[in-house]
């Protein structure tokens, strides 16, 4: 029988143009008692297909069936009542409290005002514990253990509620190899027993190792389904990246740059990341994310001690002020958290990362009204701006034209270093080609360009050099136009190049 | 030795009001939802409590209206800050204006008179002893609720990681609705004790900043129930010695200053950390 | 100038007043009546007018010291410790160098004040930026301890030997600000007109200036603020101190201006009041000119309610005070509750336009 089937699930967001589809028309299918990988890169819909199997989200369209019973729910108490439990990547626990209160919650089984059985719970959990070999102190603090153990109380919470169905949004992002190891022997001492086991990954190599079968999903629709025991990196890899080659500047990223005299160094970052970025080169990071990526972009910018070199100078200690004072560009990872004022016109964001740049700002610190307006201008006519109003806040225009509004500020620099994260996530289709073009620009006019991207295309793209990083550490290294995407693809998975 | 007992005995009748106030605040704050209108919720017990003693006759249904006027004005608090999300800091300071501004318009549409209420007769006051009693056994049960039942894990959850406790099936903001509605009930009953049952009236400017004092022992007792007890009747130890040694070596205003000093430093985590909930005041 | 952002602190203004008088309808008054009271009472006469504007002039002050500290996300419930430190050294300075000049005079005992006041608040400010204390409750902290500290100052070393109340000893005469002419007894003072200038001067730097930028961006994002490169933690401290500085000049219409001593208890609330007057003001400097006027006005007005109203007292004040900091609380409820409409309405549109 099938635990789970779910048939034209499809859920879209937004309206009108900001409309989104996250879901098109989704069918899987999960038999009882097997452990079902969910793969796909970031933003192919993984997660809004669980969040709707577990009730967190209502679909647009589609059903879903349940042990064969066809199910609506409308909140996740209806999906934990037919006996589906989810560990979220953010583990649902609270620290200060201990490991039977945070199993215990939801599930008291007394009156609100009575006792909380905890003898009772304590016996259940110990006997949990023995059974699966996943042993606890049901007294630790949550915030005083490591987090494979966290992870642990959160499987031993849906066991106590008796979850059939365990969802686990990528559950191996926070563990150490070991924990994986110990991980995955618990999860198939569940199937064994006859629990259903659906896991949200993108790492390949875990997927072969622990699945029974795949579902790999590429932009909101399901790209394929097989057997693990058929499949290979390759295929999968082929199935997660597509070959959806639109990137008409693509032919552009040419060998031969990178002879220019180092514009970024970095040393010993993450756990041994060191690299060079060059006058004239463009450096593509590639790899899923959560692999280091926010923590490497972060310690360009507030390096604390880190090895650090921008244009020759060691910046290692310096404040994010100081760095900010040189000649780089800095495009956000997310620009609506890091990037951008939302309340704020187009000129007031044109000055952000500006206000220490002489050009805007006098000596007095009187902000130049007449240099602003000539930003304005220039983000309007050279970096294409729109719609060209004054007085609109930042929120009022499409992911696009935010994004462009960043790379107009940053290049107020004059950058001799461009680093960009993730340039064209959340842009319209019309832009990216546009932002593709800026950075081979700059990099033409002699800058040196870091690009961190989860878009393999991107990087192959416009890549002249490719490093990829997994675990916190550049795990392999290709020259632009000599690798394709599912060499990369495998390297970023963990397979062995 | 008798003189010891006299002052112990007023730093408790001093403390009494303050430990209600502290034990209402507490639920709301653990809760996750920020209360500095304590005050207000003080002077409008403080006021309900007179007027239902001078109406009725009880002290006990006194106490009540107090109880209820603090659910109302809890309620309309409640409502601003979980359900609008209001910033709670605004409005709670809302409601302290609120209160001070009601309550002598009130007073005087019912007494002719903004500055006290009419003055009861001693037999239709509380008595001290008994607000002594009810406030250790608030806080004997505040103190189990939040340890040992489930409703208290759910406040301590709501205060702490809200989101755990919506995967777990219950929403935080019903959880915090009421907790607030409760904890505000309880505040206004240290108004009561104030007017009731420490003096024979309600009286303008009575409340004096008690209700920032009871926000302040929660904080030096670290949100935890039995820790703002000891630092209620710290405080009021501290405004009995106050009374007896007018001229002492000490300075009167430098004894007030100190409460408050030590709380200062307790939350700058130079003496072990003050650790407030999580997620409190928080809109998520 | 736009329209929109006066908007809606005037519904909330106007939600606040109607239903503060429509209170008084319940006590037994006429609304009109008493609505005719606060409006005779506000700008009946020269002296009323007067009245309304010695009233405005700390409510600038700490009005501008609450936007100060709002503009940087942080809120600066400590504003009433602050006035009443401030205003202690300025009276200190004032008492204690009666000899300086005039225009040089003002200089010292307004750089006094702002100097206490400002340290007093910077404590909040270091111990948020620091510490990681929150300055809701540790200016509640201060604030009592600076009452403390003030009371301790005003009965014992600054004590007048002359007089059984608790105030200082006066000022010297070169420090006291001349009235401004015209309002007849009103006390109204050269204070008003700094407070103006004061309020000018940082919506002035607020558009124009880096300071002013950075202030406002470390209160909208302060990831964003970081990523740029402005010293997030400098900016909050430097937010309290200058916003305690400008609390302190309270003292100069209070002290210097009209009671030429410090009178223990001479503030209403004014910080607290401050705090109802930034929020209507929205944190905007040229707004709080006209949110204290207004503030100032309904004092004045209330105060005249006592003898010409039959059953309502000035603590009317206080009640619609509190509905407008409610009606300005609730304005994410309104603003949801419009989106909803409009939403449902474009659904509608589509419905229909789509077939």
Redesign the interface.
């Known amino acids: 029988m099938n635990a789970v089937e779910i048939r034209g699930l499809t859920k879209a967001f937004g309206s009108g143009d900001s409309r989104v589809v996250a879901n098109a028309n989704v069918d899987l299918v999960i038999p009882a008692g097997t452990i079902h990988a969910l793969v796909g890169e970031n933003g192919a819909g993984k997660s809004t297909a669980m969040k709707m199997l577990f009730g967190m989200l209502e679909p647009d369209s589609g059903e879903i069936r349940v042990n064969g019973d066809r199910v609506r729910f409308k909140s996740p108490m209806d999906a934990m009542r037919s006996g589906i439990g989810m560990v979220h990547q953010h583990f649902m626990l609270a620290g200060p409290y201990t490991v039977l209160e945070n199993i215990l919650l939801g599930a008291e089984s007394t009156g609100p005002f009575s006792r909380l059985p905890l003898a009772e719970a304590e016996k259940r959990l110990k006997s949990l514990c023995d059974r699966y070999s996943m042993p606890v102190d049901p007294h630790a603090r949550i915030e005083d253990l490591p987090v494979g153990m966290q992870q642990r109380v959160e499987i031993l919470k849906l066991l106590y509620r008796d979850s059939k169905i365990l969802i686990l949004d990528e559950p191996t992002a926070v563990l150490t190899p070991q924990e994986i190891d110990a991980l995955f022997s618990n999860l198939r001492r569940l199937r064994d027993e006859g629990r259903t086991i659906v896991i949200i990954t993108h790492k390949l190599k875990e997927v072969l190792a622990i699945s029974d079968r795949v579902s790999v999903l590429r932009q909101g629709r399901l790209a394929g389904y097989m057997e693990t025991a058929h499949a290979t990196a390759e295929k999968l890899a082929e199935w997660m990246v597509g070959r959806k080659v639109i990137l008409s500047v693509a032919a552009a990223a040419t060998a031969g740059h990178g002879r220019g005299e180092p514009r970024l160094k970095v040393q010993n970052l993450l756990r041994g990341v060191s690299f060079e970025v060059r006058a004239g080169e463009i450096v593509g990071i590639a790899g899923v994310e959560g692999n280091g990526q926010t923590e490497l972009l972060r310690s360009l910018l507030l390096p604390e001690g880190r090895s650090v070199e921008i244009l020759g100078k060691d910046v290692s200690k310096s404040p994010a002020s100081r760095i900010r004072e040189l000649p780089v560009a800095f495009f956000p990872e997310d620009r609506l958290r890091d990037g951008l004022l939302m309340d704020e016109s187009a000129e007031r964001n044109l000055l952000l990362g500006n206000q220490r740049n002489p050009k805007f700002v006098d000596r007095w610190g009187v902000i130049r009204k007449g240099a602003l307006d000539a930003a304005l201008e220039r983000a309007w006519h050279e970096f294409d701006l729109r719609p060209k109003r004054r007085q609109m806040a930042s929120r009022g225009y499409s992911g696009g034209n935010q994004q462009k509004l960043v790379i107009a500020r940053e290049f107020e620099h004059d950058p001799k270093l461009v680093v960009s994260a993730h340039p064209t996530r959340g842009v319209d289709v019309g832009a990216i080609e546009w932002i593709h073009r800026k950075l081979m620009d700059a990099r033409d006019s002699g800058a040196g360009v870091l690009l961190v991207s989860s878009e393999l295309d991107e990087i192959l793209a416009l890549s002249d050099r490719i490093l990829v990083l997994l675990d916190g550490r550049i795990v392999a290294e290709y020259a632009g136009g000599s690798v394709d995407a599912l060499t990369i693809g495998r390297a970023m998975g963990g397979a062995r190049a | 030795m008798s003189d010891l007992i006299g002052i112990l005995e007023s730093s408790l009748r001093i403390a009494s009001p303050l430990i209600f106030a502290a034990m209402g605040g507490l639920l709301c704050e653990r809760s996750g939802v920020?209360q500095?209108g304590l005050e207000g919720l003080m002077i409008v017990g403080g006021f309900a409590a007179a007027v239902g003693a001078l109406q009725t006759g009880s002290a006990a249904a006194g106490l009540a209206a107090a109880a209820l006027a603090g659910v109302v004005f809890g309620y309309v608090y409640a409502e601003?800050s979980v359900r609008?999300?209001?910033?709670q800091?605004?409005?709670g300071?809302?409601?302290?204006?609120?209160a001070?501004?009601?309550?002598?318009?009130l007073s005087?549409?019912l007494y002719e008179n903004?500055g006290t209420t009419p003055s009861l007769p001693l037999e239709q006051r509380l008595s001290w002893h008994w607000a002594v009693v009810l406030a250790l056994g608030i806080v004997a049960g505040v103190a189990w609720?939040i340890r040992?039942?489930?409703?208290g894990?759910?406040i301590?959850?709501a205060g702490?990681?809200p989101?755990?406790?919506?995967?777990?099936?219950?929403s935080p903001r019903r959880v915090r609705m009421r907790s607030v509605i409760a904890g505000s009930a309880l505040a206004a009953m240290g108004g009561a004790v104030l007017s009731i049952g420490l003096a024979s009236a309600y009286s303008r400017n009575m409340v004096a900043?008690r209700g920032?004092?009871a926000?302040?022992a929660l904080?030096f007792g670290k949100w935890r129930a039995w820790p703002a007890l000891g630092a209620c009747l710290l405080f009021g130890l501290a405004e009995g010695l106050q009374v007896r040694f007018q001229s002492g070596a000490i300075?009167v205003?430098?004894m007030?200053?100190l409460p408050?000093?030590l709380?200062?430093v307790v939350?700058?985590?130079f003496v072990g950390r003050a650790?407030?909930p999580?997620a409190l005041?928080r809109q998520d | 100038m736009r329209i929109a952002p006066v908007l809606k602190p005037a519904a909330a203004l106007l939600t606040g007043l109607a239903l503060g008088l429509l209170a008084t309808a319940l006590a037994g008054e006429s609304p009109l009546h008493v609505l005719g009271v606060l409006v005779r009472g506000a700008f009946g006469s020269r002296y009323d007018l007067g009245m309304t504007l010695f009233y405005m002039t700390p409510l600038l002050f700490t009005g501008l010291s609450v936007s100060v500290a709002f503009r940087a996300g942080l809120f600066n419930i400590g504003a009433e410790g602050q006035l009443s430190l401030g205003a202690l050294a300025m009276t200190w300075a004032a008492f204690t160098f009666p000899s300086i000049p005039a225009p040089l005079s003002w200089a010292v005992s307004m750089l006094a004040g702002a100097t206490v006041a400002g340290a007093w608040a910077g404590i909040a400010g270091w111990l948020k930026a620091r510490r990681g204390s929150h300055e809701v409750i540790s200016t509640i902290m201060l604030n009592f301890i600076a009452a403390g500290l003030a009371s301790y100052a005003v009965l014992n070393p600054f004590k007048n030997p002359e007089t059984q109340n608790p105030e200082t000893l006066a000022v010297g005469a070169s420090h006291i600000l001349p009235a401004l002419p015209g309002f007849g007894d009103a006390p109204v003072s050269a204070a008003l007109l700094i407070g103006l200038l004061m309020a000018c001067w940082l919506g002035w730097l607020f558009q124009h200036t880096r300071w002013g930028f950075e202030l406002q961006t470390v209160g909208e994002n302060e990831n964003a603020a970081r990523m740029a490169g402005i010293p997030v933690e400098r900016v909050q401290i430097m937010a309290m101190v200058v916003a305690g500085a400008l609390a302190s000049g309270v003292g100069l219409g209070e002290v210097l201006g009209s009671a030429h001593r410090y009178k223990l208890g001479f503030s209403p609330d004014y910080g607290f009041v401050g705090i109802a007057v930034a929020l209507l003001a929205r944190g905007n400097p040229f707004g709080v000119i006209a949110s204290a006027f207004l503030f100032g006005a309904l004092h004045k007005g209330t105060t005249d309610l006592d003898l010409e109203t039959e059953h309502v007292t000035r603590d009317l004040a206080l009640v619609i005070q509190a509905l407008i900091i409610g009606a300005v609380a609730a304005e994410g409820l309104w603003a949801r509750l419009g989106e909803r409409l409009s939403s449902r309405l474009r659904s509608l549109k589509g419905r229909g336009g789509g077939g």
């Not at chain 2, 300071?93 to 609120?98: D, P, S």
Request: hydrophobic share 55%; glycine share 10%.
């Open positions: 920020i500095i601003l609008f999300r209001a910033n800091i605004v409005a300071t809302g409601m302290n204006f609120l001070m501004g009601l309550v002598p318009f005087k549409v903004t609720m040992s039942t489930p409703v894990l759910w301590r959850f702490e990681h989101a755990a406790l919506e995967s777990a099936g219950i900043g920032f004092m926000l302040t904080i300075p205003q430098l007030q200053v408050y000093a709380t200062l939350l700058a985590g650790r407030a999580q005041g």
